[in-house]
């Protein structure tokens, strides 16, 4: 009878199994939590003023969350036509049918919330906008940085 013990040769890999598991469940449950609580403090840009295109289509959001459609750039005391963010696709694709390439801009009150900013972008891209420009005002004070 042999009584030496013969070395064990196989490794039990089931406590790392789960470990790995318990790890992915804390990733699972913190990854959320962690992209929620980023605060994002956008930097102040200088830029060049675009050249400006004959009539774009401008969307205007005031402060108070109403939504103006223009064709071609508003002067002061004009408003628009005025739209619900139901309408707007509707009156954007008709303008945008006609003239695929209009540019498109986005002109929002810094108090409007940038998620409906946002809505009114994705509602003037899935009504045919290849792009949609912000309309934003120069820092005052500063001079644009040069063009690289």
Do not use: C, H
């Amino acid at each position: 009878m042999n009584t030496r013990r013969r070395p064990m040769s196989e490794i039990n890999v089931v406590p790392y199994i789960d470990v790995t598991l318990v790890l992915l469940v804390i990733f699972m449950v913190t990854a959320p939590l962690v992209s929620q609580g980023v605060e994002v403090d956008l930097p102040d840009v200088d830029s060049e003023p675009l050249e400006e295109e004959e009539n774009p289509l401008v969307i205007t959001v005031n402060a108070e969350g109403e939504i103006y459609v223009n064709t071609g750039m508003p002067t002061a005391g004009e408003t628009g036509t005025r739209a619900t963010i139901f309408s707007l696709a509707d009156q954007a694709e008709r303008i945008l049918r006609a003239r695929p390439d209009l540019p498109v801009y986005v002109r929002a009150d810094k108090l409007v919330p940038y998620g409906d900013v946002m809505g009114v972008m994705s509602v003037l891209q899935r009504a045919g906008a290849t792009g949609v420009g912000l309309i934003t005002d120069p820092v005052e004070g500063r001079t644009p940085a040069p063009a690289v």
